[in-house]
Structures are given as structure tokens and as C-alpha cells.
């Protein structure tokens, strides 16, 4: 079947509006909902707090900016993989997918599912936390729905996807109107001397960041679907400078509002603060709040799915996963294999799962990766000036970039050298120890032959071809 069929490209079905909703969808997950207390505590401050929401935005903005140049530079689908293996060669992109498959990825979404989890069913538990059990199985499920969709029609994700945006940014002017008639009634006591407590040390304002950025994730999502998206080199810089900008100023005035109807310390004993800000101020209808958040978060993991399903598909299509997943279906042209495997290994992260090392986990190794991606950016602008750039940043901008990226990853570690740093930095290394039998020198080719032909046949795929 391999050989005697045509081959497939993925369809370019993402305009400028799909773009912007699955960048500003991704990012306007269960964060805004969960992290302001967080950042709040670390801070010290309700003025501090403000001051790092609109820094991970700026620096949100100013990474995806790169990433626009990077993506007209290099224009393929599967994000920093694919920068890796164009700019640094196999190891090094290895590594990263390797690290992207098995732990970036099924760790932000079972994450993001099982915030999504806890606000559907916090409605039916009103006075006690919901079981564990509960919680999770909802989790599964919110993920198994989601790969079932993906697998079957690219358009009914985007909707969505759409769906989704135009109900949380519902949710969020909520809050935000929420807030000014608080203002109007002169609940603006909390603000006063709004700096007083501020936490300046390096290590407070590096965990504060960690915490904000969580909320600001999936600014990079466009650059795993570029074959996707029509006019890449036009639309991939407008969706990234109408989507981030909006976003940011959409958390700072949710930040404000809950600060105007709740006091820093009521803020920071919540674990969740949009449910808590609901029921202080829409009284019995405050459970809106919390379907509105577990809409918001299922978007978001409406957009990980895409960006997850498409890495996978990239780095078989290379040679560096099982030839199945890098096949798209032949009659709905989806990488269904792929967004299988995915799912697969997303709902064994789900088992042990635990939100509070996941995001930690996560963002240390995400931020890791980011700092090598800018490295290779600066390379390319340097060595490589005579390369086409439908879309240019100045140099001053990666290099900023890299700096934050930089701290991000040496600040925890060094306020807080967890052993888990360690294990987790030797498994983005170990994978150098897969690489050279099962990639390099290809042990057991003929194993994975046949049962690639089974499951190119039992799942209806063929080979798909990039589009460029």
C-alpha cells in the first residue's frame, strides 16, 4: 500500500481567525483560573503581581516574534524539532522530540484535562473536594473526545477551537465588567499601597514568572502547524501580534478584578480563584464561573492536541519515530496515527498524575528547549543573513529572549535544587542512548516493517508528503 498510492499532504485549512483563536485559545487555558494566587504569593504583592503578568506577556510576545521569523525562515510544520533538525542536525532534534513525546506534551495535557476535570464536576461537589477517581476519569475522557475529533475532521477542531475562545473571552468580560462595577462602588481599598510586601529576590520573581507563564503557554503553537495555515508568512506574524497582546491585557484586568472583589489573602488561600471571585460576587450563580472555566480549559487542550499530534507526525515523517506516524488517514487527510499515539501515552502521564510537579516539570523542561531554539535563531541570523525572511525581528530580540529563558531554567534550581531537576535533565540526555541502536543504526528494522503494513492497513493511511 506504501508504495502504490499517491501520496498525502495535509489540507492548508487554517486562515487568519483559526490562526488567532488556536494561539490565544491554547493560551487562555485553566491558568488565569489557577495561577493568580500563585504568583501572588511568590510576589508578595497585588502591584507585584501585575508588574509579572504584564512581564510574561512581554516576553510571551517578544518569544513568539522569534518563533514568526523562525517559522517564514523554515517553513514546516513540528515547531522547535524541526528548527532543531534544519539548524543542529539529528542528535540534537532527537533529543528534544524524545523529551517533547514523552514528557512535555502528555504532561501540559494531562495538566490542562485535569484542570478541565476538576471545574466540571467542582458543580455536583459543593462542599467537599471530588474524588480523585472521579476527577480523572473525567480527565480520560475530556482527552479520549478530543483525539476522536482530531482523528476525524480537521474543521470540527478548529470550531472547537472557536467555540471555545468566544466562550471563555464571554467568561473573562465577566470578570472584568465584574470588577469595574466593583470600582464604580469603590472597592479599590485592596490597591493601596499596592507594592508593600513586594518579594525582590531572584528566586520570588523567577518562581512568580514560572507561575505566569504556565497561563501564557501555547504562544508557540502556530509553528507546529505551519503546513496548515494558509499564507504562513503572512499570517503567522498578524495572528501572533492581534492574539499574545490581547491576551496579556485581557489577564491584567481579570488580575485587577479579582484583586477589587477579593483581599490578597482571601485571593491566595484559593485553589481556584475564578470560582471563588463568582461566588463572592454573582452569589448563586457563581457554578457559571466554574463551567466557564472547564470550557476554557478544555480549548486549551483542544489546541495541545493539535500542536502534540503534529510533532509526532513531523518527527516520523523524518525518520525518527515509527514510520505509522508519520501516515495521515487516506480519506480525511488527519494524521490519525499520530494523535493515537499521543493520546496513548498522554493518558499513562494521567495515572500518577499530580498538577503542581507537572507544571513544574513541564516548564522547566519547555523553557530549556526555548533557550537552545533563540540559540539557533541567532545562528541563522549571523551565519546565514542570505536566507529569504519574509518576516524579520531585530537581533536584540532573540538575544533578550534567551537571557529570560536562561533564568527561567537556572532560577529554580538554584533557589530550590530538587532532585527531580537532575532526573528530568538526565532523561532529555538519555535519549542520546535510543538514538544510536534504534535511529542511527536501525536494530530491528524488520519488526517494525510488519506491523507497519498491519497498521497502515487496520487504520486506513498512507504516507503523506509535507507541504511547503
Same mark, same amino acid.
Given at each position: 500500500?506504501?508504495?502504490?498510492?499517491?501520496?498525502?499532504?495535509?489540507?492548508?485549512?487554517?486562515?487568519?481567525?483559526?490562526?488567532?483563536?488556536?494561539?490565544?485559545?491554547?493560551?487562555?487555558?485553566?491558568?488565569?483560573?489557577?495561577?493568580?494566587?500563585?504568583?501572588?504569593?511568590?510576589?508578595? #504583592?497585588?502591584?507585584?503581581?501585575?508588574?509579572?503578568?504584564?512581564?510574561?506577556?512581554?516576553?510571551?510576545?517578544?518569544?513568539?516574534?522569534?518563533?514568526?521569523?523562525?517559522?517564514?525562515?523554515?517553513?514546516?510544520?513540528?515547531?522547535?524539532?524541526?528548527?532543531?533538525?534544519?539548524?543542529?542536525?539529528?542528535?540534537?532534534?532527537?533529543?528534544?522530540?524524545?523529551?517533547?513525546?514523552?514528557?512535555?506534551?502528555?504532561?501540559?495535557?494531562?495538566?490542562?484535562?485535569?484542570?478541565?476535570?476538576?471545574?466540571?464536576?467542582?458543580?455536583?461537589?459543593?462542599?467537599?473536594?471530588?474524588?480523585?477517581?472521579?476527577?480523572?476519569?473525567?480527565?480520560?475522557?475530556?482527552?479520549?473526545?478530543?483525539?476522536?475529533?482530531?482523528?476525524?475532521?480537521?474543521?470540527?477542531?478548529?470550531?472547537?477551537?472557536?467555540?471555545?475562545?468566544?466562550?471563555?473571552?464571554?467568561?473573562?468580560?465577566?470578570?472584568?465588567?465584574?470588577?469595574?462595577?466593583?470600582?464604580?462602588?469603590?472597592?479599590?481599598?485592596?490597591?493601596?499601597?499596592?507594592?508593600?510586601?513586594?518579594?525582590?529576590?531572584?528566586?520570588?520573581?523567577?518562581?512568580?514568572?514560572?507561575?505566569g507563564l504556565w497561563s501564557y503557554d501555547g504562544w508557540n503553537t502556530l509553528n507546529y502547524l505551519t503546513e496548515e495555515l494558509k499564507y504562513p508568512e503572512v499570517n503567522l506574524p498578524r495572528a501572533v501580534m492581534?492574539?499574545?497582546?490581547?491576551?496579556?491585557?485581557?489577564?491584567?484586568?481579570?488580575?485587577?478584578?479579582?484583586?477589587?472583589?477579593?483581599?490578597?489573602?482571601?485571593?491566595?488561600? #484559593?485553589?481556584?480563584?475564578?470560582?471563588?471571585?463568582?461566588?463572592?460576587?454573582?452569589? #448563586?450563580?457563581?457554578?457559571?464561573?466554574?463551567?466557564?472555566?472547564?470550557? #476554557?480549559?478544555?480549548?486549551?487542550?483542544?489546541?495541545?492536541?493539535?500542536?502534540?499530534?503534529?510533532?509526532?507526525?513531523?518527527?516520523?515523517?523524518?525518520?525518527?519515530?515509527?514510520?505509522?506516524?508519520?501516515?495521515?488517514?487516506?480519506?480525511?487527510?488527519?494524521?490519525?496515527?499520530?494523535?493515537?499515539?499521543?493520546?496513548?501515552?498522554?493518558?499513562?502521564?494521567?495515572?500518577?498524575?499530580?498538577?503542581?510537579?507537572?507544571?513544574?516539570?513541564?516548564?522547566?523542561?519547555?523553557?530549556?528547549?526555548?533557550?537552545?531554539?533563540?540559540?539557533?535563531?541567532?545562528?541563522?541570523?549571523?551565519?546565514?543573513?542570505?536566507?529569504?525572511?519574509?518576516?524579520?525581528?531585530?537581533?536584540?530580540?532573540?538575544?533578550?529572549?534567551?537571557?529570560?529563558?536562561?533564568?527561567?531554567?537556572?532560577?529554580?534550581?538554584?533557589?530550590?535544587?530538587?532532585?527531580?531537576?537532575?532526573?528530568?535533565?538526565?532523561?532529555?540526555?538519555?535519549?542520546?542512548?535510543?538514538?544510536?541502536?534504534?535511529?542511527?543504526?536501525?536494530?530491528?528494522?524488520?519488526?517494525?516493517?510488519?506491523?507497519?503494513?498491519?497498521?497502515?492497513?487496520?487504520?486506513?493511511?498512507?504516507?503523506?508528503?509535507?507541504?511547503?
Open positions: 500500500m506504501a508504495g502504490g498510492i499517491e501520496k498525502l499532504s495535509l489540507k492548508r485549512e487554517v486562515g487568519l481567525i483559526g490562526a488567532i483563536s488556536f494561539i490565544a485559545g491554547t493560551m487562555m487555558g485553566s491558568g488565569i483560573f489557577m495561577s493568580p494566587q500563585s504568583v501572588l504569593i511568590n510576589i508578595g #504583592s497585588p502591584g507585584g503581581s501585575l508588574v509579572i503578568w504584564a512581564a510574561c506577556g512581554v516576553l510571551a510576545t517578544l518569544g513568539s516574534l522569534c518563533y514568526a521569523e523562525l517559522g517564514t525562515v523554515i517553513p514546516e510544520s513540528g515547531g522547535e524539532y524541526i528548527y532543531f533538525l534544519r539548524i543542529f542536525g539529528q542528535i540534537i532534534a532527537f533529543m528534544f522530540a524524545f523529551s517533547f513525546v514523552i514528557v512535555m506534551r502528555p504532561a501540559s495535557a494531562t495538566g490542562i484535562a485535569l484542570s478541565f476535570a476538576e471545574y466540571a464536576v467542582a458543580p455536583f461537589y459543593h462542599d467537599c473536594t471530588p474524588p480523585e477517581l472521579v476527577v480523572k476519569c473525567v480527565a480520560a475522557a475530556g482527552i479520549m473526545v478530543l483525539a476522536i475529533v482530531h482523528s476525524m475532521n480537521v474543521r470540527l477542531a478548529i470550531f472547537i477551537q472557536v467555540f471555545c475562545m468566544c466562550f471563555k473571552l464571554v467568561a473573562l468580560t465577566v470578570i472584568i465588567v465584574g470588577g469595574l462595577v466593583l470600582l464604580f462602588n469603590g472597592n479599590s481599598n485592596h490597591f493601596e499601597d499596592s507594592f508593600k510586601g513586594s518579594n525582590v529576590e531572584i528566586s520570588s520573581i523567577g518562581i512568580s514568572l514560572y507561575q492581534v492574539s499574545i497582546p490581547m491576551v496579556t491585557l485581557l489577564y491584567l484586568l481579570v488580575n485587577v478584578s479579582y484583586l477589587f472583589a477579593l483581599t490578597p489573602k482571601e485571593l491566595m488561600s #484559593s485553589s481556584a480563584v475564578a470560582v471563588t471571585w463568582g461566588n463572592k460576587v454573582l452569589g #448563586s450563580w457563581g457554578w457559571v464561573m466554574s463551567i466557564a472555566a472547564a470550557l #476554557s480549559a478544555f480549548g486549551s487542550l483542544n489546541g495541545t492536541f493539535f500542536s502534540g499530534g503534529r510533532l509526532c507526525f513531523v518527527a516520523a515523517r523524518e525518520g525518527h519515530l515509527p514510520d505509522i506516524l508519520a501516515m495521515a488517514h487516506v480519506n480525511r487527510l488527519t494524521p490519525s496515527p499520530a494523535l493515537i499515539f499521543t493520546t496513548a501515552i498522554s493518558l499513562l502521564v494521567l495515572i500518577p498524575g499530580d498538577f503542581q510537579s507537572i507544571v513544574n516539570f513541564f516548564s522547566f523542561t519547555a523553557w530549556f528547549f526555548y533557550a537552545i531554539t533563540l540559540s539557533g535563531l541567532l545562528y541563522l541570523k549571523i551565519k546565514k543573513p542570505e536566507l529569504p525572511r519574509p518576516y524579520k525581528v531585530p537581533v536584540v530580540i532573540p538575544i533578550l529572549v534567551l537571557l529570560a529563558a536562561i533564568f527561567l531554567v537556572l532560577a529554580p534550581v538554584i533557589d530550590n535544587p530538587a532532585i527531580e531537576y537532575l532526573y528530568v535533565t538526565l532523561f532529555i540526555f538519555s535519549s542520546v542512548l535510543v538514538y544510536v541502536p534504534f535511529i542511527h543504526y536501525k536494530i530491528c528494522p524488520g519488526l517494525l516493517e510488519k506491523l507497519t503494513v498491519f497498521l497502515q492497513l487496520f487504520l486506513e493511511v498512507a504516507p503523506a508528503d509535507k507541504n511547503l
